[in-house]
């Protein structure tokens, strides 16, 4: 018999209050990785009308400006983004929402992306569905993929803590985004950067870490993703 249990705080509990110094420039830098994910996934496809849904600081719609994606940007949040925005998106129109119902007509965005928001939510489908709704063309979700070979209860424990209610594997995400009425059209693992494994690790054991996750992605997928925790992203359409 099992007996062992998870100890479940307060839902997103982690998400509140002000943020260290070092917490922001973490999200800054990877905020920047998030971009590039997408970046690359979407390709030279050209969208004007952009939204993220789950913006946080605003920091990673801030670097998908930056990438050259969109020409107008609206992010929202469950949390009011207003009380902690990030200095590099102070520009950018960032608001609440009561995290059910997004409060735009249907086709609104070109693009609608949720990056890290997924495995927070207590209905996924409902929450991808009013994605799909809001969008025109393109839908981009991406999630930590946290059960592998080496997931223990007490990794669980400590991604329970930043308030990871959902864990995934790839197989299992696009199993949710295809029961969520999405065309996934491109889904792909993608690792951290440099500047993000030396943020954690130091550079010397950032690099070592870094080339070890990269070669064996670029070996086996999907033999990497039953080893290592990657992040998954697809790029979907209605």
């Avoid at 690359?40 to 004007?48: P, T």
């Avoid at 020409?71 to 590099?88: F, I, N, R």
């Avoid at 809001?134 to 997931?151: A, D, I, M, N």
């Amino acid at each position: 018999m099992l007996s062992e249990r998870f100890v479940v705080p307060a839902f997103n509990v982690h998400y509140e209050g002000e943020y260290s110094e070092r917490e922001l420039v973490w999200r800054q830098i990877c905020a920047r990785d998030k971009a590039a994910n997408l970046r690359a996934l979407l390709g030279d496809r050209k969208v004007d009308a952009v939204l993220e849904v789950g913006c946080g600081t605003g920091a990673v719609l801030a670097a998908v400006r930056d990438a050259g994606v969109g020409l107008s940007h609206v992010g929202v949040d469950y949390a009011d983004p207003s009380e902690h925005t990030d200095p590099q998106a102070k520009d950018l129109k960032l608001g609440p929402y009561d995290g059910k119902k997004l409060p735009y007509d249907d086709g609104r965005f070109d693009l609608v992306f949720a990056s890290h928001v997924v495995e927070h939510v207590p209905d996924p489908r409902g929450f991808l569905g009013e994605l799909a709704r809001v969008s025109r063309r393109f839908v981009y979700v991406e999630v930590p993929c946290e059960l592998h070979s080496r997931t223990s209860l007490s990794a669980m424990q400590r991604t329970l803590n930043i308030g990871h209610i959902n864990a995934f594997t790839p197989d299992s995400f696009l199993l949710l985004l295809q029961t969520s009425g999405l065309q996934v059209e491109k889904i792909d693992i993608f690792d951290h950067s440099l500047e993000v494994h030396s943020f954690q690790k130091g550079r010397l054991k950032g690099s070592v870490a870094m080339s070890l996750r990269q070669a064996l992605r670029k070996f086996d997928r999907r033999l990497a993703s039953r080893v290592f925790t990657y992040h998954c992203g697809a790029l979907s359409t209605r």
